[in-house]
């Protein structure tokens, strides 16, 4: 058995990981949206939304209920219990898992025609196994984390991730160059998604004994199976009920934005392909969320500890440090992304999409920017709560943020005068509502409406930098190389104005002083 890593250890493990996954996850997507145009994404995007919502069912909360039932059954020297509590929740996690699997199989073409995008059906039957392998992945994981080892998680995150990448691509390129349809390149596309939730499935399979085979045998197991499984759904159910609210969200937005845009008018091939579009500007919107993410990660054990232990203040500066960070480079990079919106994703498709497109979509992503710093205050202050046992705080957050969106989008989307547009207000309007919702719990004197000044004017100060930059290099450097050198001038910008405010929360955010904070 490895070494264990500590608390901040184990957190620094999985955020690095993630940071990695993320980042191959760009790689995935950006070139596979030239690649299969925007009708191609959106059946890719149809057919994902839909894993996403049956993978948040079956597997979201349990690495977290697992790790901690393992964790507690080791401490006390019960290893038995946490062996059954790995078995038994292998054995159920496998039926939801298979059933999942099923219900996307045998359902892909209902589920399709459903959804306005008939094309679709390969591609979701492509990844309908996936639900399975990734419901047996979150048990893994959540064992190995349970006795303080995050390099197996890490490691069977990055092999998913280049997995997906690397088959993912060449499946689509290969299918295209032999001239098969866009259906049948999205999902060999998506395949790659189904085999790298296999083979990090099998890594973890593999080195499983590394662990067992320092347990002491012939110990007898304190409590039934029943018993164990109670207690780790009782964990899993409100995580699974905030991730599901989205996911649901999703796969019902895909469906309902290309039903209102024909009834605004657009025809179905026209509809598909604005969905498209879309799916261009929010792949850049998530992106700067990806470090919010790993940060977030991070900030878990933290306020686990300091909650568990009543540190009201360490509780309230940790989450105040935090907030400040987050609002800082989320508002940079709104700014930054809202005023090279266009040049942007130029610079990332190239010229494997039309002009027209990247036109429209770097005006939906112009729109898209204002929820940039939400989504980031959201994905925090959602860490709080869950780390500090306010799992229902997400959940009704989500659930009303969820609602605001639909009605957002049946009321915007099928205006004439607005269609595509609205989704984008309506993902302004999900995450404001689930930001006030999730400030208003949070109880901290010191998370108001004043730290938000000084993100506020290093984002704004680092977004007119980098547009005059570019008006400025796009008269002598081609568009690419002026793209390149305004982030660059911006960036600067951004360091320049956050050093010259010294009391500013990103120069003395420091995870070792935090820990200090926590243990004393």
């Known amino acids: 058995m490895r070494r264990k890593q500590d608390l901040f250890g184990g957190a620094a493990v999985l955020a690095g990981a993630g940071l990695v996954v993320k980042v191959i996850g760009a790689c995935f997507k950006i070139p596979l949206g030239a690649m299969l145009q925007p009708e191609g ?13 049956l993978f948040a069912i079956a597997t979201a909360g349990v690495p977290v209920a697992v790790s901690k039932q393992v964790a507690l059954a080791a401490a006390k020297g019960r290893y038995s ?4 509590t790995v078995r038994a929740a292998l054995c159920v996690f496998a039926l939801i898992g298979f059933l999942g699997a099923g219900v996307l199989w045998f359902g892909a073409e209902y589920f399709a025609h459903a959804m306005g995008v008939p094309e679709a059906y390969a591609a979701i039957r492509a990844i309908a196994p996936a639900v399975l392998f990734v419901s047996l992945l979150s048990v893994f994981r ?6 303080c080892d995050m390099v197996p998680t890490a490691t069977s995150e990055i092999i998913e991730a280049a997995v997906k990448l690397c088959l993912g691509l060449f499946l689509a390129w290969h299918l295209k160059n032999r001239g098969n349809t866009i259906t049948h390149q999205a999902a060999g596309a998506i395949a790659g998604v189904t085999v790298g939730a296999l083979v990090a499935c099998v890594y973890l399979m593999l080195i499983r004994r590394r662990v ?9 197991s304190q409590r039934s199976r029943l018993t164990l499984l109670k207690e780790l759904f009782s964990e899993t159910l409100p995580i699974t009920l905030s991730a599901s609210i989205i996911g649901l969200t999703n796969v019902i937005d895909s469906g309902l934005i290309m039903k209102l845009l024909q009834k605004s008018g657009c025809t179905a091939n026209d509809a598909m392909r604005l969905f498209g579009t879309y799916t261009y500007a929010t792949n850049l919107f998530s992106l ?20 568990a232990s009543n540190q009201s203040g360490a509780l309230a500066n940790t989450t105040r ?3 400040s960070v987050a609002a800082t480079l ?19 498709y190239g010229g494997g999409v039309s002009d027209d497109v990247l036109q429209i979509a770097g005006n939906l992503l112009s729109v898209l920017c204002f929820a940039i710093p939400l989504l980031a205050l959201t994905t925090v ?9 306010k799992a229902r705080v997400t959940v009704l957050a989500m659930a009303v943020g969820a609602a605001v969106k639909l009605l957002a989008n049946l009321i915007l989307v099928r205006n004439p005068s607005i269609r595509i547009f609205g989704a984008a207000i309506g993902t302004i309007l999900c995450y404001t509502t689930i930001c006030i919702i999730d400030w208003w719990f949070l109880h901290s004197a010191d998370s108001g409406i004043g730290l938000l000044w000084k993100p506020i004017l290093i984002g704004v100060s680092t977004g007119c930098v980098a547009k005059i930059a570019y008006c400025w290099l796009k008269l002598t450097f081609s568009l690419e190389i002026a793209t390149i050198l305004s982030v660059f001038c911006g960036g600067i910008i951004f360091l320049i104005v956050g050093f010259l405010m010294k009391d500013t929360a990103f120069i003395r955010f420091n995870a070792k002083k935090t820990a200090k904070k926590v243990k004393k």
């Open 81 to 84: 219990d946490a062996q059954d």
């Open 212 to 220: 067992t085979v320092s347990f002491p045998r012939g110990e007898k």
């Open 330 to 348: 989320s508002v940079a990079a709104a700014c930054g992304l809202g005023v090279l919106a266009y040049p942007a994703l130029k610079l990332l």
């Open 288 to 307: 700067p969320n990806v470090l919010i993410s790993t940060i977030a990660v991070s900030l878990v054990p933290t306020v686990a500890s300091a909650t």
């Open 41 to 53: 994404s959106a059946i890719f995007s149809v057919a994902y939304n839909l894993y996403a919502l």
């Open 142 to 147: 959540g064992y190995y984390q349970g006795f």
């Open 381 to 389: 202050m959602n860490a709080v709560h869950q780390a500090s046992g």
């Open 321 to 323: 440090d935090t907030l």
